[in-house]
């Protein structure tokens, strides 16, 4: 079984500020992470993942995660964020022996204000 | 670079009626999920393929039923629509195994009246 939390329903920042979405996830055996951005009546878009090795991903528009495989945390971060940024972001997670479902967290949404 | 193509983008039904979206997959992936997103919920897995056979199965009710055809693209097929499955319907795909990550169309918005 596998399953994924985003302990917060919404995170408040204000533009320029560090931003810092969590994840903690429960999988048994390896995990693949993901996180993925969805914007208003639109698709999910990929950020990045983690495999393996270094335990820092960076991924697309400034996102960057840490992988802490002690604490099963999967956080995102972004060091200065802007008003764009605003969206609803999704924590996944898989196993590494399966090709099957990709299992979502609840989601949060991140609220930029200028 | 192509993404993945959903059709329609939005749907009425009635309820009982018959509902048919397709999903066209990003040239050369071999695999194609379904999810289904209810308003304020989070993406729930209903179906995938693995060159065009079955691969997992999730939440999909017995009213559903989906395949992928010769040409990679796949249908979900929704009967006896009810009020509930009024929601964002996804497609993606994938290559490459299980640490390639999805590639998800825009969807289609399914309302049922």
């Known amino acids: 079984a596998q399953s994924v939390a985003q302990p917060e329903d919404q995170v408040n920042v204000a533009e320029g500020n560090p931003l810092t979405v969590k994840c903690t996830y429960s999988?048994?055996?390896?995990?693949?992470l993901f996180w993925y951005v969805q914007y208003p009546n639109r698709g999910l878009q990929f950020l990045l993942k983690y495999i393996t090795g270094d335990n820092l991903v960076k991924g697309s528009y400034g996102f960057e995660a840490e992988f802490n495989k002690s604490q099963t945390s999967f956080h995102l971060k972004k060091p200065s964020a802007l008003v764009s940024d605003s969206a609803l972001y999704f924590c996944?997670?898989?196993?590494?022996?399966?090709?099957?479902?990709?299992?979502f967290g609840a989601g949060t949404q991140v609220v930029v204000t200028p | 670079a192509a993404g993945v193509i959903q059709s329609p983008r939005h749907l009425i039904k009635e309820k009982r009626e018959t509902a048919t979206l397709k999903c066209y997959p990003i040239?050369?992936?071999?695999?194609v999920y379904w999810y289904q997103q209810g308003p304020g919920q989070d993406p729930q897995f209903l179906i995938s393929?693995?060159?065009?056979?079955?691969?997992d199965k999730g939440s999909i009710p017995d009213r559903f039923s989906a395949q992928q055809f010769s040409d990679y693209h796949s249908e979900l097929n929704m009967s006896s629509l009810e009020l509930g499955d009024s929601a964002l319907y996804f497609c993606a795909s994938s290559s490459g195994g299980a640490n390639s990550p999805l590639h998800f169309g825009n969807g289609t918005r399914l309302t049922v009246t």
């Open positions: 999988v048994s055996g390896n995990p693949y």
């Open positions: 393929f693995y060159e065009k056979m079955q691969s």
């Open positions: 040239p050369r992936h071999d695999t």
């Open positions: 996944a997670v898989r196993r590494t022996d399966s090709w099957g479902k990709l299992q």
